[in-house]
Nanobody, 132 residues
């Protein structure tokens, strides 16, 4: 069983919106750093956003800043990526990834990274296609 299960991908028109979900089944997301990554055809995997364990700090790549927003539902142990004003260049496979942190460690609970090597667990990915 995958520890992270993603859903919500599909086909959307330019300018449209889509929300991706990533549900964790075996560990709590509220004591995890969470990252969203994507890989476009022929390109390297890109870290597009992250959220600290506390949820108070988020970081976004310039390519998505102002258009994408992360959120977390602790009751459902699910993280979301709301994507608005989508562009064709947003097309790719989107991955959710997590890294557990020590919850009483203020420093580690307050930061996150968009570097892929910082993450231990990965979802299977979901395809997002932005096209007319």
């Amino acid at each position: 069983q995958l520890q992270l299960v993603e859903s919500g991908g599909g086909l959307v028109q330019p300018g449209g919106s889509m929300r991706l979900s990533c549900a964790a089944s075996q560990f709590p997301l509220d004591t995890s750093r969470i990252g969203w990554f994507r890989q476009a055809p022929g390109k390297e995997r890109e870290g597009i956003s992250c959220m600290s364990g506390s949820g108070a700090f988020t970081n976004y790549a310039d390519s998505v800043k102002g258009r994408f927003t992360m959120s977390r539902d602790n009751a459902k142990n699910t993280v979301y990526l709301q994507m608005n004003s989508l562009k064709p260049e947003d097309t790719g496979i989107y991955y959710c990834a997590t890294e557990q942190v020590v919850p009483r460690n203020t420093a580690t609970m307050s930061v996150c990274s968009r570097a892929s090597y910082e993450y231990d667990d990965w979802g299977q990915g979901t395809q997002v296609t932005v096209s007319s």
